[in-house]
């Protein structure tokens, strides 16, 4: 069976999405069953190899999303025939709408409806969703939000993100003031916050006045971290961190490096996840994985992901959010506890267990 991956819309692996592919790919087995192949632009071409031998096929030159999607919509069909696809896997079926021919399509979907303010773009996405093969969510959270979208709860299958863990594990060595990751240099302690600066529901401007209300309560030298990239909702987000009272506390990193990331966790005092309608909750394994306390936020699939182990709160309540960095500095026993528990919860998710459950939804369609 010819397996081909769709790898755009994906921000050249600087998205969550792009990230599930590099991991995704890593983790492909080698099997007389399965033939992989990715596609997409040319300059994607060496981005999710991860160090195996896969072949890519480009697509025409796209200079923008719009291009991209024109594409798909006028030419992909074509294209997936000619290259001899059996099964087309698309990873980012909200940027990039996925196509339907004499070839089995599936989708997977690691952000819900709900999370999505283009009314007119879900709507042509909801129509290809409905003639889509099979659909691979990656949350129970995603499930229940596409079946009261109106899609068949049969064409579901429930398939969680896994974590590297070559890359997340705890790191004992932390002992400086200063994180040295290159090109970074930072202070130590901090809180902090990884997700890309893309829209209100990230809840960055929440965040950063939680921090205000912190610090006003705690004379600490905690400082916040928030690392991801610049995204439409970057310039609000940068503003809000300029015109803070504690301005100087405020750190955005832009993009940071994923294979950083671990170091950047475990350096930390805390991961604070406010984000809502989160359909696959990635940052929350990941840094428990690295045995870092979590505090996040009650809504969308991060209560799936963090069972009892992290600090819930509303998002919307910031003196909740302050007083959950406050616990997490001040209460050593529930700090601990949350570090073991963190630890043990992170290690029931795998990539490879991903990769087999995915590979056996699409054996059996």
């Given at each position: 069976?010819?397996?081909?991956?769709?790898?755009?819309?994906?921000?050249?692996?600087?998205?969550?999405?792009?990230?599930?592919?590099?991991?995704?790919?890593?983790?492909?087995?080698?099997?007389?069953?399965?033939?992989?192949?990715?596609?997409?632009?040319?300059?994607?071409?060496?981005?999710?190899?991860?160090?195996?031998?896969?072949?890519?096929?480009?697509?025409?030159?796209?200079?923008?999303l719009?291009?991209?999607?024109?594409?798909?919509?006028?030419?992909?069909?074509?294209?997936?025939?000619k290259?001899?696809?059996?099964?087309?896997?698309?990873?980012?079926?909200?940027?990039?709408t996925?196509?339907?021919?004499?070839?089995?399509?599936?989708?997977?979907?690691?952000?819900?409806?709900?999370?999505?303010?283009?009314?007119?773009?879900?709507?042509?996405?909801?129509k290809?969703?409905?003639?889509?093969?099979?659909?691979?969510?990656?949350?129970?959270?995603?499930?229940?939000?596409?079946?009261?979208?109106?899609v068949?709860?049969?064409?579901?299958?429930?398939?969680?993100?896994?974590?590297?863990?070559?890359i997340?594990?705890?790191?004992l060595?932390?002992?400086?003031?200063?994180?040295?990751?290159?090109?970074?240099?930072?202070?130590?302690?901090?809180?902090?916050?990884?997700?890309?600066?893309?829209?209100?529901?990230?809840?960055?401007?929440?965040?950063?006045?939680?921090?205000?209300?912190?610090?006003?309560?705690?004379?600490?030298?905690?400082?916040?971290?928030?690392?991801?990239?610049?995204?439409?909702?970057?310039?609000?987000?940068?503003?809000?961190?300029?015109?803070?009272?504690?301005?100087?506390?405020?750190?955005?990193?832009?993009?940071?490096?994923?294979?950083?990331?671990?170091?950047?966790?475990?350096?930390?005092?805390g991961?604070?996840?406010?984000?809502?309608?989160?359909?696959?909750?990635?940052?929350?394994?990941?840094?428990?994985?690295?045995?870092?306390?979590?505090?996040?936020?009650?809504?969308?699939?991060?209560?799936?992901?963090?069972?009892?182990?992290?600090?819930?709160?509303?998002?919307?309540?910031?003196?909740?959010?302050?007083?959950?960095?406050?616990?997490?500095?001040?209460?050593?026993?529930?700090?601990?506890?949350?570090?073991?528990?963190?630890i043990?919860?992170?290690?029931?998710?795998?990539?490879?267990?991903?990769?087999?459950?995915?590979?056996?939804?699409?054996?059996?369609?």
């Open positions: 069976m010819r397996i081909g991956i769709d790898t755009c819309g994906c921000n050249h692996a600087r998205s969550g999405v792009g990230s599930y592919i590099l991991s995704f790919v890593s983790n492909l087995p080698q099997s007389e069953d399965f033939t992989f192949e990715l596609f997409g632009l040319e300059a994607d071409r060496f981005t999710y190899s991860s160090g195996k031998e896969i072949s890519f096929s480009s697509i025409p030159d796209c200079k923008n719009k291009a991209v999607q024109k594409w798909h919509k006028r030419k992909a069909v074509k294209f997936i025939q290259n001899k696809y059996d099964v087309v896997l698309f990873p980012n079926p909200m940027v990039v996925p196509v339907v021919g004499n070839f089995k399509s599936i989708v997977q979907i690691s952000v819900p409806y709900s999370a999505h303010s283009d009314k007119k773009s879900l709507k042509k996405v909801e290809v969703l409905k003639k889509v093969d099979y659909i691979i969510a990656a949350s129970d959270y995603i499930k229940k939000d596409l079946i009261s979208n109106g068949p709860e049969e064409k579901i299958t429930i398939v969680h993100n896994g974590i590297d863990h070559t997340f594990y705890p790191v060595d932390l002992d400086s003031d200063i994180l040295d990751i290159k090109p970074f240099a930072i202070k130590r302690p901090y809180f902090l916050y990884c997700s890309s600066l893309s829209g209100a529901r990230k809840k960055h401007i929440e965040l950063i006045k939680a921090f205000e209300l912190f610090k006003e309560k705690n004379k600490t030298e905690h400082r916040l971290v928030i690392a991801g990239d610049d995204g439409e909702y970057s310039t609000i987000v940068h503003n809000a961190a300029y015109n803070s009272k504690y301005a100087d506390n405020i750190f955005i990193t832009g993009f940071f490096p994923f294979e950083s990331l671990a170091k950047l966790y475990a350096g930390s005092d991961c604070i996840v406010p984000a809502v309608r989160e359909g696959a909750g990635l940052p929350v394994l990941e840094a428990m994985a690295c045995g870092v306390p979590v505090l996040c936020s009650s809504s969308g699939a991060l209560p799936e992901m963090g069972s009892d182990v992290p600090l819930y709160f509303d998002s919307d309540n910031i003196e909740e959010m302050a007083d959950a960095m406050e616990r997490i500095i001040s209460e050593e026993e529930l700090r601990k506890k949350m570090i073991d528990s963190g043990e919860r992170a290690s029931s998710f795998n990539w490879k267990t991903t990769v087999t459950e995915t590979l056996n939804v699409i054996k059996v369609q």
